[in-house]
C-alpha cells in the first residue's frame, strides 16, 4: 500500500440534478501513477461522479482534494489547468478541425510546448496526423475516440479522467483504446475510467465499483473476481 | 377452435433513425392485458426511444405499432392517452406550477377515455400513492421520489390500459421500492398491461419473470429474467466483454 | 368565479363611480384601457408562456379595423368594434405559425409583425383607404361616456375570462402546456390548439381594446395606434404585478400607472427609464412579481 | 438603375453585415438574445456626433475610440449582468425580457442626455465628391461605410480563426457542454465575445449617421429588427454566416427603395417573419430552437 497522499481523492461526495439525487457518500481515491477503473451499471452514478470531480456539477457535500489542494470549490477550469483532463463521452469539438481540437486541449500550456506535446500525440496518433486539418465530425466513432483522448493528453495533465471511452466503439477499437491509454499510464499518466465494459479492468490496478450513488466494491481486480461483487452490481439479482 | 384475442399493444419491426443512428432497429414484441414485460439493456440500447415512440412522442420512421387491434401511425400523443395509453418518465415531468391534486386533476379531465377508470376517484388515487397529504403543495415543491409517485398518478389518472413505465425505480429508498413494486403488481392483476423499463433488475424480478433484452436498437434475448443473467450474450453486452462469465 | 367578484368586480365598479367625483375622464380611460390590456397580455404570455412584443399590433389592428368600420360601411359604434375584435383576430390567425417558434424568436417575430402591419397601414400609397400618415377623424360617433361605458364592460368580460382561465379546466390546462408540453400531452392535453386559442382569445382582447380606444379619441394617426409603448406598458404592469394571476397585472397597473400620472407625463422619459430598470430589476430579483413575494410564503393570490 | 441597385447593395450588404455581427457573435458564444444591440449602435452613432461637433474629430478617429470605450465598457457590464442569467431556468427568454429593460434605460437616458431632435453628420467629412466604380457613381460616404464595415468583418474572422482566444470562442459555440467538459474558461471567453459584440455595434453606429440617415434615440427598435433579419436569414449562431445574411438584406433593400421605394421599409419586417415561417431554420443554417 502506498504511504503517499493519492492524487486524487473524493471523500462523502453527495450530488444531483436540482431534487433528484444521485450520488449518496461515494469515496473515490486515485493515487499519483495509478490506474483506477469504476465499475458500474448504467444508472449508479458514474458520469455524476466524474463531473462532481472535474468540478462540471457542484458537490452537494464532501469533499474532493488533488495534489494536496482542497479543490471541491474551484472552477473546472482551474482544475484543468492544476493538471486534471477529462474526456467526456462526446469527447471532441466536430465542428471544429483535429488540430483545434488538439490546441483546445493544450490551450494552457505554451506554445513551445504545446508543439512539442503535438508533435508526441502525432506520433501516438498517426490517423489523426495525417489529416490535422479535417473536421473532426468527419471522423469514424473509433478515430473521434482516439481524438478525445489525445485532446484530453494534449495538456500534458497528471490525471485523466474518462467517461465510458467504450461507448459506440467496436470490440477491436476497445483494443486499441486500451493498449495506448497502457502506453501513456506506463509513462506516469494516473487513470481514472468510468466503464460499464468489463474489458478495462485489464487496465486497472484498483476497481471501484459504484452501486445506487454508493461505493460498494473497493480493492484490486483479483479480489474482484473472487468476491461476486462484479455480478452483484450489474445485475443486483 | 376460437381464434386467440389479438394482442393489447403489438409492436411489428419498429425502426427509429436519429440522422444517421438507429436507435430502434427492428423491435418487435407483443403484450397482453394483465401482462408485465420488462424491457432491459444497456444505455443507449433504444429502450425509452421504444417507450417515447409507443406513446407518440417520436413518430416512427418503419414499422407499426398496434394497439388493440388499430395500428396508431402518426397519431399525436394527446390522442394516444385518451385511447388508454400512458407512460411515466424517467425524470418526472410535472407541472411544476400547478398543485399536485390539479396535476392529476387535469389529466383524468382530459386523458380519460370515454367510460374508463370512473371507479377510481381522485381521492382514492392520490390515497393509493401517498399523495394525499401533499395534494395542495405546488409539484415543483415535491422531492424526487413524490415526483416519481406524481408521474404515475397522473399516468393512472387517464385511466389507462397500457402503461409505459420508464425507470422508475431509480432513486426510489428500499421501502418506497417495495410498495411501488407491490402497486404496479396490483394495477397488473386488474388487467392493466405493463411495459417496464428498469435498471434495477431486482425490481423488475419482483414484477415479472419476462424480459426482453435489449442491444443497440435491436432485440437479443427473450425470456425470462435469471435465463437472461445466465445467457453468455447478455451478460456480454451488460459487461462489455466475456470477461465474466 | 370567486377572484372575479372578490377582484375584479369591485376594480370595474370603481372605474363606473369614480367619473361621478373626478374630470379627468381621458386618464380614467387609459387606467381602463391598460387594465384591459395588461390582462389580454396576462392571458397569452401569463398562461402560455409566449411574449408578444408586438401585443401593439392587434391594438392597431382593432383601432384600424373600428376605424375602418365607421369610415367605410359606417358602422355603428357596437357593430364597429365587433369588426375590431375580427380584425384582430384575422391577424392573430394569420401569426398563428409564430406560435411553432420557441420563446425569444416569437418575441420578436411578433414585433416584426406589428410593425409590418403599421408599415402598411400608414403608407401614403393606401391613403385612399386607410388614410395612410394622415390619421383618422371619426367625429361622427364620437361620445365618450358611451365608449367609457364599453370600455368598462369590456374590462368586466375581460376579467372574468382571467379568473375563469386561472380556476377553470382551460386555463389549466393552458399552464400544464406551459410547465411541460410533453406531460401534458401524455395527459391528454391538446396542447397546440389550446395555445392557439389562447393566442386568438388575447388578439381579441387587444382588438377590442384598440376598437374602444379609436372611439373614445377618434381623432389618432398610425404611429398613436401602434405605439410600441402599449406592448411595453403592458408587459411592464403584467411582469411587475406577477403574470398568471388576476390581481398582479391590475396592481401593475394602478401603481405602475398611476405613479406615471402623479409625476406628471411632461417627461415621458423619465418613465422609461423606471419602466426599464423595473424590468432589468425584476428579472434579476423577482421574475415573478410582485405575486411571488406572496406566493413563496404560502399565500394564494387570486 | 438595377447595376446601381445591386452594387449599392452589396455595398450595403456589408454594412448590415456589420449590424448584425456582434448580435450574432453574443447569441452564438452565450445564447443571450441583445435587445439592446441597437440602442448600442445608437450610442456609437451619438458618441460620433459629438466627437464631431464638440471637437472636429472625425468618424476615422471616432471608430478607434468607440471600439475600445465600448469593449472596455463591455466587461465589466457582462460581469454584472449575465452570469445571474445563466442560472436562470429559461434564460434565453429572460435575457430577451432583461435587455428589454436595458433597451428602455439606454433610450431613455439618450432622449434625456440628447433631445430627440434628429443629428447627422456631413457626408463630406468622409471625402468629397462622388466615387466611380464600375462604372457607376456612388455616394463617397456610402463606400467607405461599407468598406470599414467588411474590413470590421474580416478584422473578426481573423480573430476568430487565427488567434487562441478565437479558437476558445468558436470552441464555445460549437458546443458549450464540451467547452466546458475541456476546462475552458467561459466567462472570460463569453466577456470578451460581448465586449466585442458591443464593439461592433458601437463601430457600426459611426457610421450609421451614412448608412442610415439621421440619428434619433428612438432609432435601436428598427435597427434592432434590421438587425434580426440579417441574422436570421443568415445563420444563427454563426457570426460569420452573417455576411451572407448582411448581403441578402442589402441588396434586397437597395431594390426595393429603387423599384418599390413606398414599400421599402417593409423590407427588414417581411424578411424576418417570412424567413421564420417559411424556413424557421433560417436560409442558411443554425437551427432556431422550436418550441
Known amino acids: 500500500m502506498p504511504a503517499d497522499p493519492p492524487l486524487l481523492a473524493a471523500r462523502g461526495i453527495e450530488s444531483g440534478y436540482g431534487k433528484v439525487q444521485v450520488l449518496w457518500g461515494a469515496e473515490l481515491a486515485v493515487g499519483a501513477r495509478e490506474s483506477v477503473v469504476l465499475l458500474g451499471p448504467n444508472g449508479a452514478g458514474k458520469t455524476t461522479a466524474l463531473k462532481v470531480l472535474l468540478g462540471l456539477m457542484p458537490a452537494w457535500h464532501g469533499t474532493i482534494s488533488f495534489a494536496g489542494s482542497d479543490i471541491t470549490l474551484w472552477p473546472s477550469d482551474r482544475r484543468v489547468r492544476a493538471g486534471m483532463a477529462y474526456m467526456s463521452e462526446i469527447g471532441v469539438f466536430t465542428a471544429l478541425s483535429i488540430a483545434e481540437n488538439l490546441t483546445i486541449g493544450g490551450q494552457f500550456a505554451q506554445p513551445a510546448a504545446l508543439r512539442r506535446r503535438l508533435d508526441i500525440l502525432y506520433d501516438a496518433f498517426p490517423d489523426l496526423a495525417a489529416r490535422r486539418s479535417a473536421a473532426a465530425g468527419s471522423l469514424s466513432g473509433g478515430q473521434r475516440k482516439m481524438l478525445g483522448i489525445a485532446k484530453a493528453l494534449a495538456g500534458s495533465p497528471r490525471l485523466l479522467v474518462m467517461d465510458e471511452p467504450s461507448a459506440g466503439l467496436s470490440p477491436l477499437f476497445v483494443g486499441q483504446v486500451i493498449t495506448i491509454l497502457r502506453q501513456f499510464h506506463q509513462d506516469g499518466l494516473a487513470l481514472l475510467i468510468a466503464e460499464q465494459n468489463v474489458k478495462f479492468l485489464d487496465l486497472a490496478e484498483h476497481v471501484i465499483t459504484l452501486e445506487g450513488g454508493r461505493t460498494g466494491f473497493s480493492g484490486s481486480v483479483a479480489a474482484l473476481m473472487a468476491d461476486d461483487a462484479l455480478h452483484r452490481a450489474y445485475f443486483g439479482l | ?245 | 368565479m370567486r377572484d372575479f367578484l372578490a377582484v375584479g368586480l369591485p376594480v370595474v365598479v370603481i372605474f363606473a363611480l369614480l367619473p361621478l367625483i373626478y374630470a379627468n375622464q381621458l386618464l380614467l380611460f387609459n387606467f381602463v384601457l391598460f387594465l384591459i390590456l395588461a390582462q389580454g397580455l396576462n392571458a397569452i404570455y401569463g398562461f402560455t408562456g409566449y411574449l408578444p412584443f408586438g401585443y401593439v399590433g392587434f391594438f392597431g389592428a382593432g383601432a384600424y379595423g373600428f376605424a375602418l368600420a365607421v369610415m367605410h360601411l359606417a358602422a355603428p359604434p357596437g357593430l364597429a368594434l365587433a369588426l375590431a375584435g375580427l380584425a384582430a383576430i384575422v391577424l392573430a390567425m394569420i401569426l398563428t405559425p409564430l406560435l411553432r417558434l420557441s420563446g425569444a424568436y416569437f418575441a420578436i417575430a411578433n414585433l416584426a409583425a406589428a410593425q409590418a402591419v403599421y408599415q402598411v397601414i400608414a403608407n401614403p400609397a393606401l391613403q385612399e383607404i386607410t388614410k395612410g400618415p394622415y390619421g383618422v377623424s371619426l367625429a361622427s360617433v364620437f361620445a365618450p361616456r358611451l365608449s367609457y361605458g364599453a370600455a368598462l364592460l369590456i374590462l368586466a368580460g375581460v376579467f372574468a375570462l382571467v379568473a375563469w382561465l386561472r380556476h377553470g379546466r382551460f386555463g389549466l390546462a393552458l399552464q400544464a402546456g406551459r410547465d411541460d408540453p410533453v406531460s401534458a400531452a401524455m395527459a391528454g392535453i391538446p396542447v397546440v390548439s389550446a395555445r392557439i386559442i389562447a393566442w386568438l382569445i388575447s388578439a381579441l382582447i387587444a382588438g377590442l381594446a384598440g376598437g374602444v380606444f379609436a372611439w373614445h379619441i377618434s381623432v389618432f394617426y398610425p404611429e398613436t395606434a401602434f405605439d410600441l409603448s402599449f406592448s411595453i406598458f403592458a408587459i411592464v404592469f403584467t411582469l411587475f404585478g406577477g403574470a398568471a394571476t388576476l390581481t398582479g397585472p391590475i396592481a401593475g397597473v394602478l401603481l405602475l400607472y398611476g405613479l406615471y400620472n402623479l409625476i406628471g407625463i411632461s417627461v415621458p422619459q423619465y418613465f422609461q427609464l423606471i419602466y426599464g430598470a423595473l424590468i432589468v430589476g425584476l428579472v434579476l430579483f423577482l421574475p415573478r412579481g410582485l405575486a411571488s413575494l406572496l406566493q413563496r410564503r404560502g399565500i394564494d393570490v387570486p | 438603375m438595377l447595376a446601381h441597385a445591386l452594387l449599392g447593395g452589396v455595398i450595403y450588404g456589408c454594412y448590415f453585415a456589420l449590424v448584425g455581427l456582434g448580435l450574432n457573435l453574443v447569441f452564438g458564444v452565450m445564447r443571450i438574445v441583445n435587445l439592446a444591440h441597437g440602442d448600442v449602435l445608437m450610442l456609437g452613432a451619438y458618441a460620433a456626433f459629438f466627437l464631431f461637433h464638440l471637437f472636429g474629430l472625425s468618424p476615422f478617429i471616432a471608430a478607434p475610440v468607440v471600439i475600445v470605450g465600448f469593449f472596455l465598457l463591455g466587461l465589466p457590464f457582462y460581469y454584472l449582468v449575465v452570469p445571474r442569467l445563466a442560472l436562470a431556468k429559461d434564460a434565453e427568454m429572460l435575457s430577451l425580457i432583461l435587455f428589454f429593460g436595458i433597451q428602455q434605460i439606454i433610450e431613455a437616458l439618450a432622449a434625456i442626455a440628447f433631445g430627440s431632435s434628429e443629428r447627422s453628420i456631413p457626408g463630406r467629412v468622409l471625402g468629397i465628391g462622388p466615387f466611380h466604380l464600375l462604372g457607376e457613381t456612388l455616394s463617397r460616404a456610402w463606400v467607405i461605410g461599407g468598406a470599414i464595415a467588411a474590413a470590421a468583418v474580416l478584422a473578426l474572422y481573423l480573430y476568430l480563426y487565427h488567434t487562441r482566444s478565437g479558437l476558445l470562442t468558436r470552441a464555445v459555440m460549437a458546443s458549450r457542454e464540451e467547452a466546458l467538459a475541456s476546462g475552458i474558461d467561459m466567462h472570460r471567453i463569453s466577456a470578451r465575445a460581448f465586449a466585442i459584440g458591443l464593439a461592433l455595434a458601437g463601430l457600426a453606429g459611426v457610421f450609421a449617421p451614412f448608412m442610415l440617415g439621421s440619428v434619433t434615440p428612438a432609432m435601436g427598435t428598427s435597427v434592432n429588427l434590421a438587425a434580426f433579419a440579417v441574422i436570421i436569414v443568415g445563420s444563427l449562431g454563426n457570426p460569420l454566416g452573417t455576411v451572407a445574411g448582411g448581403l441578402i438584406y442589402g441588396v434586397g433593400l437597395l431594390l426595393m427603395q429603387t423599384y418599390a421605394s413606398a414599400w421599402a421599409d417593409l423590407l427588414p419586417n417581411l424578411l424576418l417573419i417570412g424567413v421564420l415561417l417559411v424556413r424557421p431554420t433560417g436560409l442558411l443554417g443554425r437551427r432556431v430552437r422550436l418550441a
Do not use: W
Open chain 2, 1 to 245: 377452435m376460437s381464434p386467440e384475442p389479438p394482442p393489447l399493444l403489438a409492436v411489428d419491426r419498429l425502426v427509429k433513425r436519429f440522422g444517421g443512428f438507429r436507435a430502434l432497429d427492428g423491435v418487435s414484441f407483443s403484450l397482453k392485458a394483465g401482462e408485465v414485460l420488462g424491457l432491459v439493456g444497456p444505455n443507449g440500447s433504444g429502450k425509452t426511444t421504444c417507450i417515447n415512440t409507443i406513446s407518440g412522442l417520436y413518430p416512427p420512421d418503419g414499422g407499426a405499432v398496434r394497439f388493440a387491434g388499430e395500428r396508431l401511425g402518426g397519431l399525436a400523443p394527446h390522442r394516444r392517452a385518451r385511447l388508454g395509453i400512458n407512460r411515466t418518465f424517467q425524470s418526472p415531468r410535472p407541472f411544476a406550477s400547478l398543485t399536485v391534486r390539479q396535476n392529476v386533476a387535469l389529466a383524468a379531465a382530459y386523458g380519460r377515455r370515454h367510460g374508463a377508470g370512473g371507479t377510481v376517484s381522485l381521492a382514492a388515487l392520490l390515497a393509493m400513492l401517498e399523495l394525499d397529504h401533499l395534494a395542495d403543495r405546488r409539484a415543483e415543491d415535491l422531492n424526487s421520489a413524490q415526483q416519481k409517485q406524481l408521474d404515475l398518478a397522473r399516468a393512472l389518472a387517464t385511466g389507462p390500459r397500457l402503461l409505459l413505465v420508464d425507470e422508475l425505480a431509480a432513486g426510489l429508498n428500499p421501502a418506497e421500492l417495495t410498495r411501488m413494486a407491490e402497486r404496479l403488481a396490483a394495477l397488473a392483476r386488474d388487467g392493466m398491461a405493463l411495459l417496464v423499463v428498469e435498471h434495477l433488475l431486482s425490481f423488475l424480478d419482483r414484477l415479472t419473470d419476462r424480459v426482453i433484452v435489449m442491444n443497440a436498437g435491436r432485440e437479443i434475448f427473450e425470456g425470462t429474467l435469471a435465463a437472461a443473467t445466465r445467457e453468455p450474450e447478455v451478460v456480454r453486452v451488460f459487461l462489455g466483454s466475456d470477461h465474466a462469465g
